[in-house]
Structures are given as structure tokens and as C-alpha cells.
């Protein structure tokens, strides 16, 4: 049974590797409308800002960029939400093993 729940376990986590293998381009960040004259509301533009090794920076976006930008940016949340379940399953893959070699150590009652 133990060695059931272990293959499975590394089953998911093989999945998932290959699910974060084929994600494609990415980048962090969160893209929004700035406006050149913010009382009014005219003159807007894209502006996509992120931090990346302790530094904040913003850039500009232009139109024909949109589409990938965006695509990219999807592509790096699912990234982090795979990352998220990647570790989870790891953890408990472990969990598992522990167990495993713990009840193989004990001496048996007497």
C-alpha cells in the first residue's frame, strides 16, 4: 500500500514537471493603465511593473506587445500556482517516506 501511494505521489510530481516544462515564455509583474493626464483621463498607456532580485522597475508597453505580454504574464502565474502544488506534493512525498522508514525501524512488540 505504502508503495501504491508513493508511486502516485511521484506520478503527480512527474506531471507537474512536465506541466511547468511546457509553459513557455514568462515574467513576473502586473500591467496597468497610467493615463498622461490623470484628472481627465486622457493619453493612456500600458505600463507593466515587477520587482525581480530586490528591485522594483516599471516599463512601458506598447500596443502591438499586449497580446504576448499578457500571454506571458498568464503563463507565470500558472507557473507559481504549478510551483505551489509541485512543493505541496513534494512535502507530503516525504511525509510519506518518513513514515515508511520510521515503521521500518521499530522493533516489533513483544
Same mark, same amino acid.
Given at each position: ?9 511521484? #506520478?503527480?510530481?512527474?506531471?507537474l514537471k ?25 493619453? #493612456?498607456?500600458?505600463?507593466? +511593473? ?5 528591485? +522594483?522597475? +516599471? ?16 503563463n507565470y ?14 512535502? #507530503? ?15 516489533? +512488540? #513483544?
Amino acid at each position: 500500500m505504502q508503495a501504491k501511494t508513493e508511486a502516485l505521489a511521484e #506520478a503527480r510530481i512527474r506531471a507537474l514537471k512536465d506541466r511547468i516544462a511546457r509553459l513557455g515564455p514568462m515574467r513576473p509583474g502586473l500591467l496597468t493603465v497610467q493615463y498622461k493626464d490623470p484628472a481627465r483621463k486622457r493619453g #493612456a498607456y500600458r505600463q507593466i +511593473s515587477y520587482t525581480f532580485q530586490k528591485r +522594483s522597475r +516599471s516599463d512601458y508597453v506598447r500596443p502591438d506587445d499586449l497580446p504576448r505580454i499578457r500571454e506571458e504574464l498568464k503563463n507565470y502565474a500558472r507557473f507559481k500556482a504549478l510551483c505551489e502544488k509541485l512543493v505541496a506534493e513534494s512535502l #507530503a512525498l516525504s511525509k510519506l517516506r518518513s513514515a515508511a522508514s520510521r515503521n521500518r525501524t521499530r522493533p516489533p +512488540s #513483544a
